[in-house]
């Protein structure tokens, strides 16, 4: 099951005192611990808790899925397993952010920032990001988030929406389950870096 992956992750960092999202050394032993554990998209997905299913997404809270670009056939690349916090509902769906689009380093910077915006500190199912555009866009701290904003088609979902909890934003946020179609994704960080600079 997915609730395992994160939960041994979660305990063992527990049990080192690494208590998630509350201080940057329990950040970065979230992020090094991810980056280091093996597992799929597609088994992330098809085995999650029944209580992570959503078929609706809110803004602010993180959530993965499998994704079919309605333009593909044109789009130079598009990620099959988009891993976003929504932003904003649009026509026939909505923008988000997904973290995928960043190299690690960059997405960790911006995480980083996210957390200023969180809405409480209990990092529980009540907690999420205040996110919108005038804040994203008004701070040198979000500057990366631009590459990362993304509109996407409810009709183009190829799954149900799996909510990654509060307590497991730091391991999903580096766990290996970007699936670029069309491209490498070094060429899509490279790609990043310069929209960026």
């Keep these: 099951m997915v609730a ?38 597609g088994h992330v997905i098809k085995e999650a808790d029944k209580t992570q299913y959503t078929s609706t997404s809110n803004i602010g809270r993180m959530y993965l899925f499998q994704y079919d670009a309605k333009h593909k056939k044109t789009l130079p690349y598009f990620d099959q397993f988009p891993l976003i916090f929504p932003i904003r509902k649009a026509k026939g769906g909505f923008y988000g952010l997904n973290m995928h689009y960043l190299p690690l380093r960059q997405r960790a910077m911006l995480m980083d920032a996210l957390y200023t915006t969180v809405n409480n500190t209990r990092y529980d199912e009540s907690t999420k990001l205040k996110l919108n555009m005038k804040t994203l866009s008004g701070a040198a701290k979000f500057k990366w988030f631009r590459p990362t904003v993304h509109h996407y088609l409810t009709k183009q979902l190829r799954s149900r929406f799996v909510e990654i909890a509060a307590a497991d934003w730091d391991t999903a946020l580096f766990l290996p389950l970007a699936r670029f179609q069309g491209a490498s994704q070094n060429k899509v960080w490279q790609d990043t870096r310069k929209k960026v600079s």
């Design 4 to 41: 395992y992956i994160f939960d041994t992750i979660l305990s063992k960092g527990v049990r080192q005192g690494q208590i998630p999202a509350r201080t940057q050394s329990a950040r970065d032993w979230f992020r090094t611990t991810a980056k280091s554990t093996k597992t799929t998209p």
